[in-house]
């Protein structure tokens, strides 16, 4: 029987499969003896010592937490100020740790998570108590460094490709008669991962989607309608996937570039409205445009199984390393073949991860800038393979679990966190 | 044998499933010995005389048929004239019907083709030409009258539901450091049976979708802000779904009033930004929205189950009725009883349902106009019972086919369709 408790905290914005992950720390740390503590919305909880004692949760929830989409116990958008900008921060935390023997640290997030259980994991052995850091991989965005892949993408980027897909067949329908142009705007503020994942919808050069808007190519009105109007009287349609972080070329999102709504206010969000107004007003094509937004990234019901797969695979290899002792690392996926796909868990320090962004290849984007190659169809293939729907209720919707979260008795004095 | 040919038409907007219709009415037709020939883009394909010969596509092409979503043939936006003010129209698509022998025409639609369906049935006889129309309902808004619901409806309310669920499950993970308002926007200019759907979300006091807004209910700014404040006070965040024909006092849709994009052009569409700005402007939260758009009628890997076997039963039976020689008559759903479900088809009417419309009833509107009642809870649980997935290949993706639609060879001088 292992002394102490592991304590699991969920980090920024959430994915398809991020409790698919949090169901494997648990079961993997059942089967072990250990008893699992969340933070109730991620660090903020561990900072106000708002913990959430796992053990009273079924084993049946437990089974249901893989499936159910969100983040069970809070996740939250806070990062920790540097140990010199603020060290008192730092040693709340490690007194917290240390007033509920917690030995063991998961923090499920990205970059900058990766970045504090580093951090915290330093700060516990300057301050005399022993914690060990574990991060576990997790973003839609896949711009974490050292794995092949992160957990969340995959399902994210099978939503996008099937949306495509689906709705590419709504306006191959009805173009003769009516919209001509379609515009679906994907999540990606820095990289254009999961606009590339929309590629995966055809191959043919008349397949859709037949332009894609990267964040890391600067947009060119004048050539963008060019394409557009090439592909409607090619094709009778065209279908364009744009990220919501494009940018032209004085470097400003096209999204917050100056709209304004029905009430005069200043209006963020919606690079697609704006690319539908131009490509009317300058060529006169009846459009439709859709914004998913968090339908992409919570869309639990499309998840891919390699990413259900890989999601539990990271949380249970993070309990392993935990308890056998490993400290500041991250259950990374390694890629060890294309075709068959295969893949393998293996520790990377956070060193090496925190801060950095991986960003989509160059080689991944084709010579003119509108399209994925077969370099990227290479990688991203085996991502999206295989369905992992959840169980279905006889109401017709899937059964996710609300777990009851019940409160750890507080030990400490109450704690404000500032500079929010 | 049977002697002639039956003509199958797609029209206006297109489903999930109504191609499922479509392989219904060829594989149906197919056991009586019957040849199919369906109208390219609608009735324009029935205009010009470009029609395909579904005879030449394979058992399994029309099997896989039933689970692709779109609109196999090309559908069209195109309504008839009266007979009055274009007879020769009407002349023209009887010459068409005669050349190529055809005795039976299953028109797919709404309410107009419900119209137009009658009205080719009347003229034939006038003109010395029996042909036996059967209107074939489909329609995502559910506003045809005499049935109980429309095929495509089922299924965009599953999809409508299920994505209410699985983004507040996101935004509940959130909402502490983040997002406070997410807002769906859903399709229904004048009926609010797509917004009412998404009701089944939830059932609580404090469940998601916390406020309905109804395109039969005028918006009201105040009410409305202080009804997300009382949500976001009690509950921690509100989650609204917004139907696109949303009105003012003034009677303009909030979509239409007055939004100018990043280029200065006037900018359609977009109830749900215009509300998030309104959200942001006037209680200060984060926000995000959605707008699935087109995704939400194409989501045929997310249909209902009750959907998918009405619209199957409707195309049968509408060419079982043809062949028995009824006419000017529609196969509608029956249902027998809410608990347990039943349904039965029967034939109505073309008369009776061309050009009605149906709307919500105000019993289905909680009395506070942002809700959802007992009522309506009864009459839609059943659409989106069960699960009517398509079946998936190897790359992660539905298996949707595409037909090879050959064109049927041309007898007439060529037609050109006018006043488009």
Redo the contacts between chains.
């Keep these: 029987m292992a002394v102490g408790k592991l304590l699991y905290a969920?980090s920024g914005?959430?994915t398809a499969v991020i409790n698919t992950t949090a169901a494997a720390v648990i079961d993997t740390a059942r089967k072990h003896g250990v008893k699992v503590y969340a933070a109730r919305?991620g660090i903020?909880g561990a900072l106000r010592e708002d913990l959430i004692d796992t053990s009273k949760e079924s084993a049946a929830a437990i089974r249901a937490l893989a499936w159910?989409?969100?983040?069970?116990f809070?996740?939250?958008?806070?990062k920790l100020k540097s140990i010199e900008e603020n060290r008192a921060q730092y040693a709340r935390l490690i007194d917290v740790l240390r007033a509920h023997d917690i030995r063991w640290f998961l923090y499920n997030g990205g970059n900058d998570s990766a970045d504090t259980a580093h951090k915290i994991s330093q700060v516990g052995k300057a301050l005399g108590y022993e914690i060990a850091c574990i991060g576990v991989p997790k973003t839609v965005d896949n711009d974490l460094a050292v794995t092949d892949c992160c957990p969340g993408f995959g399902s994210v980027a099978?939503y996008t490709?099937?949306?495509v897909?689906?709705?590419s067949?709504?306006?191959?329908?009805?173009y003769?008669?009516?919209?001509k142009v379609?515009i679906?705007e994907v999540m990606g503020r820095h990289a254009g991962w999961i606009a590339a994942a929309a590629g995966?919808?055809g191959n043919g050069p008349d397949d859709a989607p037949h332009l894609i808007l990267f964040p890391e190519i600067t947009f060119d009105e004048d050539a963008f309608l060019a394409r557009v109007k090439a592909t409607v009287e090619r094709v009778g349609y065209c279908v364009v996937v744009a990220s919501e972080g494009l940018k032209n070329a004085e470097g400003r999102f096209?999204a917050e570039?100056?709209?304004?709504?029905?009430?005069g206010?200043a209006?963020l969000?919606?690079v697609a409205?704006?690319l539908?107004?131009?490509v009317?007003?300058k060529l006169g094509y009846k459009y439709?445009?859709?914004?998913?937004?968090?339908?992409q990234?919570?869309?639990?019901?499309?998840a891919?199984?390699?990413d259900h797969d890989q999601a539990w695979a990271v949380g249970k290899a993070a309990v392993e390393y935990a308890l056998a002792g490993e400290n500041a690392v991250m259950p990374v996926i390694v890629r060890t073949s294309d075709a068959p796909y295969r893949w393998k868990i293996a520790p990377a320090p956070l060193a090496k991860i925190a801060n950095h962004e991986k960003k989509l290849p160059p080689s991944f984007i084709r010579r003119d800038g509108y399209g994925i190659t077969a370099a990227a169809r290479r990688y991203l293939?085996p991502l999206?393979?295989?369905?992992a729907?959840p169980p279905?209720g006889?109401?017709?919707?899937?059964k996710?679990v609300r777990l009851k979260n019940a409160a750890v008795a507080k030990k400490l004095p109450e704690y404000r966190v500032a500079d929010?």
């Excluded at 159910?68 to 069970?72: L, Q, R």
């Excluded at 809070?74 to 806070?78: F, I, K, P």
């Design positions: 969920q914005g959430v919305n903020l159910t989409p969100g983040g069970a809070g996740s939250c958008r806070y099978k490709a099937l949306s897909l689906e709705a067949l709504d306006v191959a329908s009805m003769e008669s009516s919209t379609f679906l995966l919808a096209l570039a100056g709209t304004r709504d029905a009430f206010h209006q969000g919606g409205p704006a539908a107004a131009l009317k007003a439709h445009w859709a914004l998913p937004d968090y339908l990234r919570s869309a639990r019901h499309a891919s199984k390699t293939a999206i393979r295989g369905e729907a279905y006889a109401d017709g919707l899937p996710y929010r």
